[in-house]
Structure formats: structure tokens, C-alpha cells
């Protein structure tokens, strides 16, 4: 498979932009009221405030305070929602994001998200639409497959990794694809078969790539083993390889990214299994530092650069046309073999 992407336009559908009079009349306040919370002033009351933000949202109102924005429509701006930075995936999209922005000629307002709550989810767009951005992007966000969350109308959204069932656009790595290129590298190289340890189970990326490597085995007519979690940490890594480092029949380890993977390396070296000649451990993500370890780390490439440019311009598309599609879009990632594996132990 080559590193272009496949995309399925299922529909699109058009918006009206709101003025403040139709927020006014929706809140029953005045327009000079929808004023004063637009422009965060401290003599409205609370209650009040509330009901003009609720009414912001359930018209999709956003605020036309630029001089240019008056002409154009537009302020060159993209919000960004992250529900978490820890994640390496996480922060390399959010940087790539806000690079292919500028390239774009657009600047971008990052706001993280700590829980995903629909409160949270509503607050961070009431944020992001008083600051009179074009679109927001969301990534990650879990909290999308609540059934009673309804993001604001008159939006431009795109999602990065996210669950493609959801009406909004969306791109991502071929999580999938990247899980079966791993997987079958190992079987190829002659083990019986390969464990996985997992990443949190409320994580899509993490999802889609346990979900690939079980069928990847299956269709090998391999055994599939335990499936053992993390958190993303090398230190999670660490304890899962504790425990796979007391299994003499384990040969071949798949984490699910580069910092899980160094924790299980270092816990096999610990209980004398040598890498790669007792037991081939692989990630996913090609961190910087995967190639400098003792010994270099097989894993998967993610071109978060393609990715984020493809994020952009489905949002300027969307902007630009006032239709959204849906759509999306995967791109390939590339197997990156180094010398953490190898052919399995002779009995």
C-alpha cells in the first residue's frame, strides 16, 4: 500500500451564518447584552451570561469583531482542542497542526482539555468561539461517542484520530495498517507468534492497533495470547514486561508505542533475555530516540506532517465553501526494521 490516502465523500450539507440579533432574540436579552458577553465584560449577570452562551451554541453563532472579518467572513484563526499532551501522538499532531496552519497563513488557539466531559467539550468551544476562530480541530476526543453530546452548529470541525463513524471529518495514520505491518514482520521472521502489549483501552489509536494485531494472527492461523494494557508510559511497558520476562515461551513483542517498548526491553535485559537474540521486541510511533537505543528499535513511522496538512485543508475547504464533508482520510505508515528483531531462538 502506498502512502496516498483514501478518502469517501458521503455528503455535505450547508450552513447559515447567525447574527447577534437571533442570539439576542433567542436569549431574550439585548443585542447590546449578546455585546457585553461576546466582548467578556463583568456587568452581566451570571445567569444571564449562561443563557446567552447557550444560546451562542445552540445557534452556532460566532462573534465578527475584525475589521476584516466584517469584509471576508473569516479571521484566520483555527481553534484546537486536545484532550491530552502527553501522548507523544498527541503533542507531534498538535505541533504539526499548528505548522501547516502558518504555512496556510493562519495562526491557531490551543486549548487542553483535562476530562472529557461534555461540559468540558462545550466550555473549550464557548472559549474558542469568543475568540473568533474559522474551525476547530479536535483531537483524540473520546468523549465525541457520548450520544447526548451535540457540538455546536455553524462550525467547521475536523477530528484527528478519531472514531470514523462520526459525521465530522476526519484523518488519521492508518493505525490499523501500521499494527499489521509490525505484526506480520514478526511472524515472517518465524515466530510461533507475538504478544502485544496494548495502550489505554479508551484510546482509538490504541484500539485499532490491538484490534489489527489479533486479526493479523488469526488470519496467520497463529495462537493469539494474552493481550496485556499500559498507559502510554515506559514505565507500564516496564511492569507488563516484568510479567511476559516469566513466560519462556515468549519470543516476540509488539508495544504499542516506542515508550512501552523500551520499558519491556529493559525489563527482558533485566531477567536476562537478550534482544534480539532470546526474545524481538517492536513499537510504534519512531521516536527520535528509537534509533539511538541499545539495540535500535523496530517500529512504525507516523507522517503526523501529512497528516496535519490534510487536517487543514479539509477545515479551509469547509470554511472557504460554508459545506462540510464527510470524510476521511488515512495515511500510510511505513515499517521502520532495526535490530531489537530478529528469528526466534532455536529449541
Known amino acids: 500500500m502506498d502512502g496516498t490516502t483514501q478518502e469517501s465523500p458521503v455528503g455535505r450539507r450547508s450552513r447559515r451564518r447567525p447574527s447577534m440579533a437571533d442570539v439576542a432574540a433567542m436569549a431574550g436579552v439585548s443585542s447590546q447584552t449578546v455585546s457585553r458577553v461576546v466582548n467578556n465584560r463583568s456587568n452581566v449577570e451570571e445567569e444571564t451570561r449562561q443563557r446567552v452562551l447557550s444560546a451562542m451554541r445552540v445557534l452556532g453563532y460566532r462573534p465578527n469583531t475584525a475589521a476584516r472579518a466584517l469584509v471576508t467572513g473569516q479571521f484566520r484563526t483555527l481553534g484546537l482542542i486536545s484532550f491530552g499532551l502527553s501522548s507523544f501522538g498527541n503533542a507531534r499532531t498538535v505541533d504539526a497542526v499548528t505548522r501547516a496552519a502558518?504555512?496556510?497563513?493562519?495562526?491557531?488557539?490551543?486549548?487542553?482539555?483535562?476530562?472529557?466531559?461534555?461540559?468540558?467539550?462545550?466550555?473549550?468551544?464557548?472559549?474558542?468561539?469568543?475568540?473568533?476562530?474559522?474551525?476547530?480541530?479536535?483531537?483524540?476526543?473520546?468523549?465525541?461517542?457520548?450520544?447526548?453530546?451535540?457540538?455546536?452548529?455553524?462550525?467547521?470541525?475536523?477530528?484527528a484520530d478519531g472514531d470514523v463513524s462520526h459525521r465530522h471529518p476526519m484523518v488519521d495514520t492508518d493505525q490499523a495498517l501500521g499494527a499489521r505491518l509490525i505484526t506480520r514482520h514478526l511472524l515472517d521472521l518465524g515466530h510461533e507468534t507475538v504478544w502485544h502489549v496494548a495502550g489505554p483501552e479508551d484510546s482509538y489509536a490504541a484500539r485499532r492497533r490491538a484490534e489489527s494485531w489479533h486479526a493479523a494472527l488469526k488470519e496467520a492461523g497463529a495462537a493469539t495470547p494474552q493481550l496485556l494494557f499500559g498507559d502510554w508510559s515506559a514505565a507500564s511497558g516496564y511492569r507488563a514486561g516484568l510479567e511476559l520476562a516469566r513466560r519462556p515461551g515468549v519470543t516476540a513483542v509488539f508495544a504499542a508505542n516506542d515508550q512501552m517498548a523500551l520499558g519491556v526491553m529493559r525489563?527482558?535485559?533485566?531477567?536476562?533475555?537478550?534482544?534480539?537474540?532470546?526474545?524481538?521486541?517492536?513499537?510504534?510511533?519512531?521516536?527520535?530516540e528509537s534509533a539511538y537505543l541499545s539495540p535500535p528499535l523496530t517500529t512504525v513511522r507516523q507522517?503526523?506532517?501529512?497528516?496535519?496538512e490534510k487536517i487543514v485543508s479539509l477545515m479551509i475547504g469547509q470554511i472557504e465553501t460554508g459545506s462540510a464533508p464527510s470524510s476521511t482520510a488515512f495515511?500510510?505508515?511505513?515499517?521502520?526494521?532495526?535490530?531489537?528483531?530478529?528469528a526466534p531462538p532455536r529449541s
Do not use: K, W
Not at 495562526?107 to 462545550?122: G, L, Y
Not at 525489563?267 to 527520535?288: C, H, K, N, Q, T
Not at 495515511?331 to 530478529?342: D, I
Open 331 to 342: 495515511v500510510a505508515p511505513e515499517l521502520v526494521v532495526r535490530q531489537s528483531t530478529g
Open 303 to 308: 507522517d503526523f506532517d501529512v497528516v496535519a
Open 267 to 288: 525489563a527482558m535485559i533485566e531477567a536476562g533475555r537478550r534482544v534480539p537474540e532470546d526474545v524481538s521486541i517492536a513499537g510504534f510511533d519512531d521516536l527520535d
Open 102 to 159: 502558518q504555512r496556510a497563513g493562519y495562526t491557531v488557539n490551543m486549548i487542553a482539555v483535562e476530562s472529557q466531559t461534555e461540559q468540558a467539550v462545550h466550555e473549550a468551544f464557548d472559549q474558542l468561539t469568543l475568540q473568533a476562530v474559522d474551525g476547530i480541530v479536535l483531537i483524540e476526543a473520546q468523549i465525541l461517542d457520548t450520544p447526548s453530546l451535540r457540538l455546536p452548529p455553524g462550525v467547521p470541525v475536523v477530528m
